[in-house]
């Protein structure tokens, strides 16, 4: 019961959404960590993506473990959400003359930027899973093996594309800026900044936000300027996606 209260009061809200943004964070570098297969070739990345259905397939059966991750990750997400629409309309309730104005109105545009960004977030991640995971939109053509993409030559064959590969960068830009205020929040919320420490925080996320952008944005860079090169299937692949359209095609 006294937990059920402290859940609904500000302070439990804004833990509420720091820990569920923790999970994210958390995911997301994972994420990051699994895309860096890429830099060591399609085998490799190919390699990761079975692996991650096959982990722990003794207890959950195959695919089972990514389920739960799912599960973890997608329900954070929720939850994220729901705290943060309550978290704008209790400030709103609230607003006050309780800030001097400069503060407040550097407090507004940090959450109209917050809320911004997880809007656009919030956008790509449906478009993002849609292009790779379903293959329901294929701007262009979407490799299957054994009921999954086929991730190397799917993110070639995509990255080829001027508009994705700016569209990703521009995505990880602004999934970094959330979580460079969303990580200094969190900070502020657990009433850890001071002004002895708080320095190291701000460095601390920075450091998470622009690491995890230049590992996302690695991806599509080293595909469009070629550093990543064509997957040794292509040639067999290409009377495959003949329908499509051959990659040549695709590089706009
Ligand atoms: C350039 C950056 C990125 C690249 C190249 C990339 C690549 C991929 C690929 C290839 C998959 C499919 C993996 C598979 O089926 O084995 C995937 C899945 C996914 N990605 Fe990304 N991703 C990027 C950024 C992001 C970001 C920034 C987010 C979150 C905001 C994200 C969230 C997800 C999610 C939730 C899935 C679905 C996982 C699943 O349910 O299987 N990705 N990504």
Known sequence: MQLMRFARSTLGLK?????TGAIMIGFLLLHAYGNMHIWFGAEEINDY???????????????????????VVGGALIVHVITVVALIRRNRAARGSRYRKTSRRKRIIIGLTMIFSGALILTFLVLHI????????QPTPFHEQDGMGIVYINLYQAFQV?????AYILAVAIVGIHIYHGAWSVFQTLGWNNADRNNLFRHIAAALAIGLFLSFASVPVMFWTG????????????QHTQDHGSVEATRQ
């Open 227 to 238: 550093v990543l090169p064509e997957p040794p299937s292509m040639s067999q692949t290409q």
């Open 15 to 19: 833990i509420i959404v720091a820990v």
């Open 162 to 166: 001027w508009w994705i590969a700016w």
């Open 49 to 71: 993506s079975y692996w991650l259905r096959e982990f722990g397939q003794h207890l959950f059966g195959y695919g089972g473990f990514l389920w739960i991750v799912r599960v």
């Open 130 to 137: 849609l292009q790779f995971t379903t293959g329901t939109i």
